[in-house]
């Protein structure tokens, strides 16, 4: 038998994962780079950096049905180096890592969608959503 969570539960755990992007005296970074995800958010970034967003802080909303929807967006940068967005990590604001994730362009079904994944070095880059969601089950 699979575990299967209440929305309650899901919104718990959604929330905590969240909450660590608040922790320090600072907003959240989102670093959009080239290339695979790594195998897991504790294995070094690999990639190039492309961009970083500085998020809102608090960086997201509560959750709802599971989902925590990114506040602020639409968030706006500039492109440091230019490539094709592969991934995103997420990082609290002393810089530890909290989580990676999917990228597409808007409409795309990315964990973070941004209005182009082609990035260009000083042209303007902007996330139009971003969500993390916690699965039933």
Do not use: H, W
Not at 30 to 41: D, L, N
Not at 84 to 109: E, I, L, P, Q
Not at 112 to 130: A, E, H, R
């Amino acid at each position: 038998m699979a575990i299967r969570l209440s929305t309650a539960a899901r919104n718990a755990a959604c929330d905590a994962i969240v909450d660590l992007l608040d922790a320090g005296a600072g907003a959240a970074t989102i670093e959009v780079r080239t290339g695979s995800q790594p195998a897991s958010a504790e294995d070094a970034a690999s990639g190039t950096l492309l961009c970083t967003f500085t998020l809102a802080d608090p960086a997201f909303g509560g959750s709802a049905t599971g989902t925590a929807t990114m506040a602020g967006a639409p968030r706006s940068t500039t492109g440091a180096a230019a490539g094709t967005a592969g991934y995103f990590r997420a990082k609290d604001s002393s810089g530890n890592t909290v989580m990676d994730g999917s990228v597409s362009a808007t409409g795309g079904g990315g964990d973070l969608q941004l209005n182009t994944t082609t990035i260009s070095v000083g042209v303007n880059v902007q996330i139009t959503s971003g969500t993390v969601t916690m699965p039933a089950g």
